[in-house]
């Protein structure tokens, strides 16, 4: 497994392992987190675990054209119950995420330090919010990574409503022009949506590498 070291560079993405691990170390700077997006990489980890660099293949993806909606959703959609936003409330969206508690895993891996690169990249244009409010309070959201006008690289959701980050989720995909939502990895909830895998060649054929 490569060890990285200060210099911004990644090894071929064919040196990741069976489970997509590709690098540990280097630094969580805005330009390598940027950089690793930019080429098929994104960091994931532990509070208590070195930095991690992934890049599966397998690649679990969405295509917009392919967006399962349910009729339930079809009918929330058309109450307007809920009022969906961008980029209104990154910082609250991001720490909402961190706070969710997942099954498999024992802490969150949006660290202190994740929350605050996250934060510079939206303030440089490339971290995108989407917010969810019911009676004027947030109560859904996600997050994640726009440098292409062809993907968007989801990282996390939460939802404090039943239905709201995937209302959110929906509402975002349906009045965008992407030709791609990156989901990174496997979930049953975005599988029930639409989202498929594709292997990483075909992924990054998407992208605009360096």
Known sequence: ???LND???FPPLNEANSDGLLAIGGDLSPKRVLY???NGIFPWYEADQPLLWWSPNPRFVLYPNKLKISKSSKQL???QKFEVSINRSFKEVIVA???V???SQSGTWITDQMIDVYCELHKMGFAKSVEVWLDKKLVGGFYGIQFNDDVFCGESMFSHVSNASKI???NFVQNSNFKLIDCQVHS???ESLGAEHISRSNFMQYLNPL
Do not use: D
């Open 188 to 190: 049953k909830h975005l």
């Open 97 to 99: 995420c961190s706070k």
């Open 7 to 9: 210099s911004i560079e």
């Open 77 to 79: 959609l058309r109450s």
């Open 168 to 170: 959110g989720f929906i």
């Open 36 to 38: 690793a997006y930019k």
């Open 1 to 3: 497994m490569r060890r």
């Open 101 to 103: 508690e997942r099954i």
